[in-house]
């Protein structure tokens, strides 16, 4: 007899799909649009996970820690958007196109932040939680 253990959730997709690092089923935020006009609702988080429990905010403070992440991953998404236009369009003091570069790098980093700001959320608690093969049972809660 032969019992299949369920599959492992794929640890990537978990995480750019913001997804509880314990079970990765159940998601972290409220809503997955991170793009709200209100402020507020950018870091509406579940306390703990819907599917298995996991308390996200681990201790008091836990979050400040998020800030050199977002950082690296700006920094890192500065320089593919320098490499890339670099290729595409070239760079030289001469026609001011690096401050174009600077301008467009700019209001990128300003549109993608709250998506930035909670994926670097993400990536910290991943850090700290690993995944439980005991919530491989777990299912997915039905939300009305």
């Not at 320089?79 to 790098?105: A, C, H, K, P, Q």
Request: proline fraction near 5%; aromatic fraction near 20%.
């Amino acid at each position: 007899m032969s019992t299949q253990q369920p599959k492992r959730p794929n640890y990537f997709i978990s995480l750019l799909t913001m997804k509880c690092p314990r079970c990765r089923k159940g998601d972290m935020f409220k809503d997955a649009n991170p793009f709200h006009l209100k402020f507020s609702k950018i870091f509406d988080m579940y306390e703990n996970c819907p599917v298995c429990g996991q308390k996200y905010e681990l201790e008091t403070g836990f979050w400040f820690g998020t800030g050199y992440v977002s950082y690296a991953l700006s920094v890192a998404f500065s320089v593919f958007n320098l490499i890339w236009y670099w290729l595409f369009f070239g760079l030289t003091w001469r026609d001011n196109s690096i401050l174009v570069w600077l301008g467009v790098n700019g209001v990128l980093l300003v549109l993608l932040q709250p998506w930035l700001m909670r994926i670097s959320r993400v990536i910290y608690l991943y850090f700290f939680v690993y995944y439980d093969e005991s919530t491989a049972h777990l299912e997915k809660p039905v939300h009305y």
